[in-house]
Each structure stands twice: as structure tokens, then as C-alpha cells.
């Protein structure tokens, strides 16, 4: 007797390379098979014809600390409405406020959320100002202690590389956070920004750490101000440094995106960069981001395996999740590929993009429990207005902030 058996999707499974017709079952919160017309009593049936079905989307970077800084939000239900069933804060809490992080927000969470811990202790309590003006704020060893001490929780180090974030501490703090991320085994993510040499950024990461904001335009980007990829973009990749969009309110700018596919630069991962200024508008949910890759030109296999085996191998748990491998935890997600309307979508620069394909979310199954979009409708209501509070109140600095 299986627990749900979800039927007639086309399943695309990037971890087996599968995009084909198939049937999904589900007992407990395990995928005990995936088949053509599996037969059997189930408990539940859920019909997904003309749906895909995919493996849970990943978002590996998002603000998630509400009510203890400035950018964080509860993102719960806007997660189970729209087929994420991973999210990773991207720093919020530095090992000093990491464990208020893990009581309150990482295990009261029906969403799995993990955390990439901030080399700066305090993390990212005060948008303000930079968390790392003051190099004091850095600490490897502190910062190695925490996600040893919940290696469940924590995949990797945080920092930001900008001169707003750094003050005048160039490539130091991308040091220290090379020790904590080694002694740890775990990536670095690094956020891009203006006033650094990237090139330096890039020698500095090892294989394997993040690059998030891939394709911001803030000046030093990763075309250098010109009009090629710097060579020391196309270096790194070929090391093995991985690249994230990390869309936020002020790091997806579609004119940098276009350019790059075009030299066919193609983000490794697809994430959100969710947070009380980006919520609305930009960025709104991990599938409306998708839909704007989808939109230019990227195709819709490389988009899924982007949010989904893609976030889960760079922060080292493909094994776990981003895969419908038998005997792996049982979330996925379902979506209508809607291809012939005319949706709007903008980035950070309010470039609008008109374009005929859009991911709308349909269902979203978290280690085997069954979510409706409709259904958490109230809550998302409810979390939606305390982040535009915080947005209100962040007003003018946080604008200033997200140039940096
Ligand atoms: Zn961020």
C-alpha cells in the first residue's frame, strides 16, 4: 500500500537524466518508485497529467532570520506554494546569532532550511551597514565551530565581496573565510559586488565554492565593465567554481544575462535571493525567477536541473535530495508549463520582459506531505505584510545597500 501515488506527469529528473512520462509513489516520506503505470493500492491519488513533475526545487540563497535583522523574512509558505522544499539562508546569522537562527526559524520550519553561516559573527543583522568594515567581526574558528556543531543545518561559509560590505579590507576577509570553509569541507558562498578585483575573488575561491549575483551590473561584474567575460570568469569555471544567479533587488539585471548567454555563459544555479526588499517586486518565488531564464532562452531541462540537482550537488547533499532516486526523501514539485501567454516579468533595473512561457506552480509535496498553493494562501498574506513592514521601516538605507 503505498502512502500517494502521483500519476501521468512528465517527470524530469536532471540527477537521472529523465524528462519521460511517468508515475511517482510515495510511502512515509520516502519515493519507493518511480515507473510507467505503477499499479498498486495507494492511499492517495493525485492526477498530474499535463503537469511536470520535478524534484523539489532548491533555492540556495535566501534571507530567512525574521524579526532578528533587517532583510529577513518568513518565507514558509511562499516556499510550499511554489514547489521549494529546500531553502538555504545565505548568511543571515554569523556563528554569534547562529543559534537563535536554528531554534527559531531552521527547526519551527515545515520547509527544510539550511544555512550558509557568515564569516562575520554578527552576520546580517543591520543592513545599513557593512558586516565587515570592521575585520574584527571576522572569525574562522568560531565560524567552523558552528556548522561543526550542526552539520545538519549548515553547508557552508557566507561572506560578501564588496566594497560597501568590506570597507577598505580588500581580499582579507576572503581569506578567513577560505580557513573556516576548509577546515569545515564545506563551499564558500561569495556574493559579488562593486569596488573589488574580481579576478583576485576568483583566484582566492577553490573549487566547488559559490559565486552568488552572477549576473549583476553594479559595476565589476563579470564582464569587467566591457563588453567579453573576463578570462578569469571562464578560469574559475574551468576549476570548478560554481556560479549562482542570486537575483535579489539589485543583482539580476536581464541585459548582463542576455550578454552572457549569448557567450554562452550559462548560471550554474538558479536562486532568489529572497528578502524583505526583493520580495515585491522583483523576485516574488524561486519558479517566477526560473520563468525569466526560461524567457531568455534557456531551456526549460537546464532551468529545472538548475533549481533542483544542480543547488542540491553544490551544497554537497545530491545524495539526499534534488534527485527522485528510490529510497531519497519524497519532495517534489509540480508545475503547469503555461506556453502561450503573454507574462510580464522585471528585474532589478524594471527592464520589463514579456515572454510566452511561465512556471506556475501546482503542488507541492514535502517529505511526503501533500501542499495546495490555495491552501496557504492566508499565510503567505499574513508573512507578506510583516516583510513590506520591514521593507517600509528599511526604506532609503536599504535602497542605498542593495547598490553595493
Ligand atoms: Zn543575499
Known amino acids: 500500500m503505498y502512502d500517494l501515488l502521483l500519476t501521468g506527469a512528465t517527470v524530469i529528473d536532471p540527477s537521472q ?54 532583510w529577513g523574512i518568513r518565507a514558509d509558505a511562499l516556499c510550499l506554494a511554489t514547489g521549494v522544499t ?116 576568483l583566484e582566492t575561491l577553490r573549487p566547488g565554492d559559490i559565486i552568488t549575483h552572477c549576473y549583476h551590473d553594479k559595476g565589476d561584474d563579470i564582464f569587467g565593465d566591457g563588453e567579453r567575460i573576463l578570462p578569469a570568469v571562464w578560469e574559475a569555471r574551468e576549476r570548478g567554481v560554481l556560479f549562482d544567479v542570486g537575483h535579489g533587488g539589485g543583482s539580476f539585471a536581464f541585459h548582463i544575462a542576455r550578454k552572457a548567454l549569448a557567450q554562452d555563459f550559462t548560471a550554474d544555479v538558479i536562486s532568489t535571493d529572497l528578502h524583505c526588499a526583493s520580495l515585491e517586486d522583483p523576485v516574488y518565488s524561486l519558479p517566477e525567477t526560473a520563468s525569466k531564464l526560461l524567457n531568455l532562452g534557456v531551456p526549460l531541462d537546464d532551468v529545472i536541473r538548475q533549481c533542483t540537482t544542480a543547488p542540491a550537488e553544490s551544497i554537497q547533499r545530491g545524495d539526499e535530495f534534488g534527485t527522485l532516486r528510490t529510497g531519497t526523501i519524497a519532495d517534489l514539485a509540480a508545475f503547469e508549463v503555461e506556453q502561450d501567454g503573454a507574462f510580464e516579468f522585471h528585474d532589478i533595473r524594471d527592464e520589463r520582459l514579456v515572454g510566452s512561457q511561465n512556471l506556475r506552480p501546482v503542488l507541492t509535496v514535502r517529505a511526503g506531505s501533500v501542499f495546495d498553493p490555495d491552501d496557504l494562501a492566508d499565510e503567505r498574506e499574513t508573512d507578506r505584510l510583516r516583510s513590506m513592514r520591514m521593507k517600509a521601516l528599511g526604506k532609503g538605507d536599504i535602497d542605498t545597500f542593495l547598490r553595493g
Open 17 to 70: 537524466s529523465l524528462s519521460a512520462i511517468r508515475d511517482v509513489a510515495v510511502t512515509g516520506d520516502r519515493i519507493v518508485e518511480v515507473a510507467e503505470n505503477i499499479q498498486g493500492d495507494t492511499r492517495r491519488r493525485i492526477d498530474l497529467s499535463g503537469r511536470i513533475l520535478t524534484p523539489g526545487f532548491i533555492d540556495i540563497h535566501a534571507h530567512l532570520y525574521a524579526g532578528s535583522t533587517s
Open 86 to 201: 529546500t531553502v538555504v539562508d545565505a548568511g543571515s546569522a554569523g556563528w554569534a546569532n547562529f543559534w537563535g537562527f536554528e531554534e527559531n526559524i531552521a527547526a519551527t520550519s515545515r520547509t527544510q532550511i539550511l544555512a550558509f553561516v557568515h564569516i562575520s559573527g554578527i552576520g546580517l543583522t543591520y543592513g545599513p551597514l557593512g558586516e565587515l568594515e570592521d575585520i574584527r567581526y571576522a572569525c574562522p574558528e568560531r565560524t567552523a565551530a558552528i556548522i561543526s556543531a550542526w552539520p545538519e543545518t549548515c553547508v557552508g561559509v557566507k561572506i560578501r565581496m564588496g566594497r560597501f560590505q568590506l570597507g577598505d579590507n580588500g581580499i582579507a576577509p576572503l581569506k578567513l573565510a577560505v580557513e573556516a570553509a576548509t577546515a569545515t569541507k564545506t563551499p564558500i558562498m561569495a556574493h559579488l559586488g562593486p569596488g573589488i578585483d574580481l579576478p583576485e575573488v
